[in-house]
């Protein structure tokens, strides 16, 4: 008797959740022809899932009114390397899901695929977003559902997934501080080895304009 | 007696799932965060936007990871219109908030600078979202003396704040990430400008001595010209 009561308070709590979640999302104003990009830097084998909801500004109404149909954003995702691993229109309404398989900053851009000037109508279309990263991205009610857990079970997943995330990026961190410190290193040697060479190279010249003007004055007699 | 057990049955399973969903809700939906980086084209301004409630808090934290002067102009305006933090050229900074209800407007200004682009991070961290909802209230829907209960309600407890933990410590390492990242993008064109300009230093040194050179030879030579 509990647990069914308690599995479909969760999944009624869950659902709650997500919407909810969206609800208070951010949101900005995009152009027609615009395009706004986001960069995520993330440790590989990391989830993202993206949601957005556009809304177009009504002038008769003066207030921002769910888009029509025909309207859609394209969601183009770059990886770190500038290659283009993901490029699908969705309607006014989306969701977009990638994982990462190399390390590194990855871009997100979308912009509208409006070709009719007239629609925006001189007003901007309002996109609410919101985009979750790894651990946050987990839908937790299908896990319960798909591996049959408890409550507790589902919780004490859950804090295993979120400190898998953050050891995942601490690795990711050291192997970025890496590569910032050989950078670093060898910006150093570079000052140093430049300073050197530069020297002996105003010396060399300096020796070689006098030897030169020289031979060239004995040669015009003049010395 | 079958209705009295009935009865007892209908109210217990009521009671476990207001329980499991104040709990829940305790657990899961405290703190919304969120956080965004995005280039910030030279000469522009990019505005966002929050829905908040009343009484929830609103906490923002921006960096300038790359470009030029490593600066943004910064400012969060209420609903109403009114500004309550402005920024001028700073490099990073955080402000908290204790909101109404209607949409917060914060905005990064870079037309004050019209040739480099800058990299800006932000991070927001809404707090009390759910408004009235108390999540200690459910402890006097608990009715259950049992030792089993008792225990239940530390093991959550303990859940709910080690997840609160974690996620200060992922917090505090976006926060981390973001600092490296800054000072990682400063090295790299520490580097590109080093290389450029030793370059430019061994073509131009080249270039006076070989110039130096032909105007000392050419000066004589004219002159050799003119005795004859």
């Known amino acids: 008797m509990a647990p069914v009561g308690s599995c479909s308070a969760l999944l009624l709590f869950f659902i709650l959740n997500i919407f909810y979640g969206f609800i208070t999302a951010l949101y900005f104003h995009i152009g027609e022809t615009e395009k706004k990009c986001f960069i995520e830097e993330i440790p590989d084998e990391t989830m993202i899932i993206g949601n957005y909801r556009t809304q177009l500004y009504d002038k008769h109404k003066e207030e921002y009114l769910p888009a029509t149909q025909g309207l859609g954003m394209f969601v183009e995702v770059k990886d770190p390397d500038e290659k283009v691993i993901m490029s699908r229109q969705y309607g006014s309404e989306g969701r977009f899901t990638f994982t990462s398989h190399t390390p590194g900053e990855h871009q997100i851009c979308l912009h509208s695929n409006s070709s009719k000037f007239s629609l925006f109508a001189g007003g901007m279309l309002r996109v609410h977003l919101d985009i979750q990263v790894g651990e946050h991205a987990n839908n937790y009610a299908e896990i319960a559902a798909k591996d049959k857990l408890s409550e507790l079970q589902l919780r004490v997943r859950q804090l295993v997934e979120q400190v898998d995330q953050i050891q995942k990026e601490q690795n990711y961190q050291r192997f970025r501080e890496e590569r910032f410190r050989q950078t670093s290193e060898s910006t150093n040697q570079r000052v140093l080895w430049w300073s050197i060479v530069q020297t002996l190279i105003l010396v060399a010249i300096g020796i070689w304009q006098m030897r030169h003007l020289k031979s060239f004055f004995e040669a015009k007699k003049l010395v | ?228």
């Open chain 2, 1 to 228: 007696m079958a209705t009295v057990r009935l009865l007892t049955y209908v109210v217990s399973v009521l009671l476990v799932v207001v329980f499991e969903r104040f709990s829940a809700l305790a657990a899961f939906s405290q703190s919304l965060d969120s956080d965004f980086t995005f280039t910030l084209p030279a000469g522009r301004k990019e505005c966002f936007y929050q829905t908040m409630k009343k009484d929830a808090s609103l906490e923002i934290e921006y960096q300038v990871l790359d470009g030029a002067g490593l600066d943004v102009d910064f400012y969060i305006s209420s609903p109403a219109g009114q500004i309550l933090y402005s920024d001028h050229h700073k490099s990073d900074g955080m402000h908290t908030v204790e909101t109404e209800d209607g949409d917060y407007m914060f905005c990064f200004d870079n037309t004050f600078s019209s040739v480099s682009e800058k990299l800006v991070f932000f991070e927001l961290i809404l707090d009390n979202m759910d408004g009235d909802d108390e999540p200690e209230d459910w402890k006097e829907y608990v009715h259950g003396t049992d030792v089993l209960d008792m225990k239940l309600e530390d093991i959550m407890d303990t859940i709910n704040s080690v997840k609160s933990r974690l996620g200060k410590s992922s917090q505090i390492q976006t926060m981390l990430r973001a600092f490296e990242a800054r000072d990682r993008n400063l090295q790299e064109s520490n580097y590109d400008r080093v290389n450029f300009w030793s370059l430019v230093n061994l073509a131009v040194m080249m270039l006076v001595s070989g110039v130096q050179v032909y105007l000392v030879r050419s000066l004589f030579e004219d002159k050799r010209k003119i005795c004859t």
